[in-house]
C-alpha cells in the first residue's frame, strides 16, 4: 500500500501565503492619508468601470489591492454587515474597528481551512469628528490585523510607500498638498513605470465637514484641479 503524500502543516500554510502574495504583488498598491478635513485615498486605476475604492457606511471607506472579484465580494459583505448593524442597533454602533474584526475573521478562517487563500489586503478607514480620532485598519489576506495612524498603504510595495509618506507627511496639510504626497508615493513605488494623472488616478475622500454622507468620489475634473494646485 503507498504511504499517503504528506505536507507539512508549515509548508502548506507558507506555500498558500506565497500564493497569496504573488496575486496581491500583480495589483497596484493604494495609499491613504489624514489631511486637515478627514482622510483621503488614492489609487492607481486606469479602469473606469471597475473600482478599488469604495464606500461601506456613513463615516467608513474600504480599499482592496488584489484579485478583484475576491475584495468585492468582501466590499458587499462589509456593506451587509454595516447596514444590519445599524438598523439593528443604531448608526454610531457601526465602527471600522468592528468591520475590521469581521474581515480578519473571515479572511483568517479562508486562509486556514480552505485550499485557496484570498489574494487580497484590504483597508478600513473611517473618520472621526476630530483627527486624533481617525482610525485605519489594514487586513492580510491571512486575516492578521493592523492599526495605523495617519497615513496606511496596502499592496505589494506597502512598506516603500510607508517610507515616503513618514519622510514628507505632515500634520494639517490640505486636500492639494495630500493628494499630491500621496501621488508622489505612487509615483516613487512604481519606478515611474506610469505617469499618474486625472485619466487613472482614483481618488476618494471620508470628508468630517460634509452633511450626512462623508464618502466623496471625486471625478477626473476635480482630481485634475487638485493636482494642478
Known amino acids: ?9 508549515e509548508q502548506w500554510y507558507q506555500d498558500k501565503a506565497e500564493y497569496a502574495r504573488k ?22 486605476n486606469p479602469s473606469t468601470s471597475l473600482r478599488k475604492i469604495s464606500e461601506i457606511y456613513d463615516r467608513i471607506a474600504f480599499a482592496g ?33 468592528n468591520l475590521a474584526n469581521e474581515y480578519s475573521t473571515v479572511l483568517g478562517g ?5 485550499m485557496k487563500p484570498f489574494e487580497v489586503e484590504v483597508l478600513v ?6 483627527p486624533d480620532k481617525s482610525s485605519m485598519y489594514k487586513i492580510l489576506f491571512d486575516g492578521a490585523i493592523s492599526d495605523h495612524s495617519r497615513f496606511a498603504a496596502i499592496g505589494d ?34 519606478n515611474g513605470a506610469s505617469e ?10 471620508v470628508d468630517r465637514n460634509s452633511e450626512g454622507r462623508k464618502f466623496r468620489r471625486l471625478p477626473n475634473e476635480a482630481v485634475a484641479g487638485l493636482l494642478a494646485e
Request: charged share 30%.
Open 157 to 190: 510595495q506597502a512598506d516603500d510607500l510607508i517610507g515616503v509618506l513618514r519622510d514628507d507627511w505632515r500634520d494639517g496639510m490640505d486636500l492639494p498638498q495630500a493628494v499630491k504626497l500621496g501621488r508622489e508615493a505612487l509615483g516613487r513605488v512604481s
Open 65 to 97: 489591492v488584489g484579485k478583484f472579484d475576491e475584495y468585492e465580494n468582501l466590499r458587499k459583505a462589509g456593506v451587509r454587515y454595516a447596514d444590519l448593524r445599524g438598523y439593528s442597533y443604531c448608526r454610531e454602533d457601526v465602527a471600522a474597528k
Open 125 to 130: 478607514v473611517e473618520v472621526g469628528d476630530s
Open 23 to 44: 496575486g496581491i504583488a500583480r495589483g497596484k498598491p493604494i495609499v491613504a492619508l489624514d489631511y486637515a478635513d478627514g482622510i483621503v485615498l488614492l489609487a492607481e
Open 1 to 9: 500500500m503507498a504511504s499517503p503524500f504528506y505536507v507539512s502543516p
Open 196 to 205: 499618474l494623472t486625472e485619466s487613472n488616478l482614483e481618488i476618494a475622500v
Open 110 to 114: 479562508i486562509f486556514t481551512r480552505e
